[in-house]
């Protein structure tokens, strides 16, 4: 995967990671949705840091 396909690929990992998170944590199924949110903050995380290193670069 190239650098310009990563951002739109954890941008949609991001929006489904929470949506995931929102719905299985108001149904009761804490685990899975603890799983989706380490999964969210990771891909936040990596938005940050190819922000930052985009940035850097210019």
């Not at 739109?8 to 804490?30: D, E, K, M, Q």
């Not at 938005?47 to 850097?56: A, G, I, K, P, T």
Request: charged residues 15%.
């Amino acid at each position: 995967m190239t650098d310009t396909n990563i951002r739109p690929v954890l941008w949609l990992v991001l929006i489904v990671s929470v949506a995931a998170n929102s719905v299985l944590s108001s149904r009761g199924s804490l685990l899975a949705g603890m799983v989706f949110g380490v999964i969210a903050l990771a891909s936040a995380v990596m938005l940050v840091v190819d922000h930052y290193r985009r940035r850097r670069s210019s």
